[in-house]
């Protein structure tokens, strides 16, 4: 078993112990501490750790050799490991301002725009970040997600302007329009395509499954079942994420507005713009924490052809980011 499975079994048990894992490792201050030395020293820590991680781990070490190889896929290419570490990093500080600016837009034209920004990056995101166990014709499987991402992006950016194009076509301005389709509508539709964009970018874990190990780390078989449940679980956690983001801030800035907290209207942009990062910055390490990164599937759950050949009870995957 990967160090990193081994280190969230041990670790990650309880949504609590995730939640202060994911809120460690998403510090953006950690981009300025990515040389490729400190990379290779975190990485020879997890090592070293793999052996006595059943035993409890000071916050220093938790942090250092979490971060440096958070990705399971095990990589030798050191520099390439702080390429995604530091894309990893940066999610917050690119989704931000993209959430933000999706937000207050007012054209069809412009919103499609920035949500096919925001759909790319955090489709790039999820297909860096999958289980990626599926290795045959490995050349055509990745050719196949990039148009599937694509098509996914496209999709999902039209049908997050589609309502503003509907209400400027038939110039739709009453107040009830302008409360579902500025207020109501984009917190949905922003759950929905985001985690249809997962499900699309990691469909070949569900065609060609994932690597489940029994307890003692020894991959047993490769799980079209675990497959789905993880990328499904996934999914879920970035619908939730986006959604709650979206959602969230309006019926905040309702009641700020409400309550008549913020008595200067040239105010109320700032105030929006803090209470988006406050919810995004919160929300990042609950959906992320919502399920194990470590799954667990039993055993009734698997293809009898994996059953075969183990009499193990329960088994673990990766289920990705």
């Not at 995730?18 to 975190?42: E, I, N």
């Not at 079942?225 to 619908?239: D, H, I, P």
């Not at 109320?268 to 995004?280: A, D, E, K, T, W």
């Amino acid at each position: 078993m990967d160090a990193n499975l081994r280190f969230w079994r041990a670790e990650g048990q309880s949504f609590l112990q995730r939640f202060l894992l994911w809120a460690d490792a998403l510090d953006p201050l950690l981009l300025l501490k990515s040389s490729v030395s400190a990379v290779r020293g975190t990485r020879l820590l997890i090592q070293i750790n793999e052996k006595t991680l059943s035993e409890p781990i000071q916050n220093n070490q938790k942090l250092g050799g979490f971060s440096a190889q958070y990705h399971p896929s095990a990589l030798t290419d050191v520099i390439f490991t702080e390429i995604k570490f530091s894309f990893f990093l940066a999610f917050m500080p690119i989704t931000l301002p993209l959430v933000i600016v999706s937000s207050v837009q007012r054209h069809a034209r412009h919103s499609f725009f920035w949500q096919f920004v925001f759909h790319t990056y955090t489709t790039a995101f999820t297909l860096v970040n999958g289980n990626g166990t599926p290795k045959a014709k490995e050349y055509s499987l990745h050719q196949k997600q990039i148009f599937l991402g694509l098509g996914a992006i496209s999709y999902s950016a039209c049908i997050g302007a589609l309502p503003l194009a509907f209400m400027n076509r038939y110039a739709l301005k009453s107040p009830l329009m302008q409360l579902v389709v500025r207020k109501l509508l984009p917190a949905p539709l922003l759950g929905l395509t985001s985690a249809f964009t997962v499900a699309m970018v990691r469909s070949p874990e569900f065609d060609n499954g994932i690597e489940v190990m029994d307890r003692n780390g020894k991959v047993i078989g490769v799980s079209k079942k675990a497959g789905e449940k993880a990328v499904m679980e996934t999914a879920l956690s970035r619908g939730v994420l986006f959604g709650t983001t979206f959602f969230l801030p309006e019926v905040l800035m309702y009641c700020v507005q409400r309550a008549r907290f913020v008595k200067n209207p040239r105010a109320l942009g700032p105030v929006r713009m803090f209470v988006i990062m406050s919810v995004l910055g919160g929300m990042l390490p609950v959906s992320f924490s919502m399920f194990p990164q470590c799954g667990e599937i039993k055993r009734a759950d698997l293809e009898p052809e994996i059953l075969a050949s183990t009499e193990e009870t329960e088994f673990f995957y990766n289920r990705g980011i």
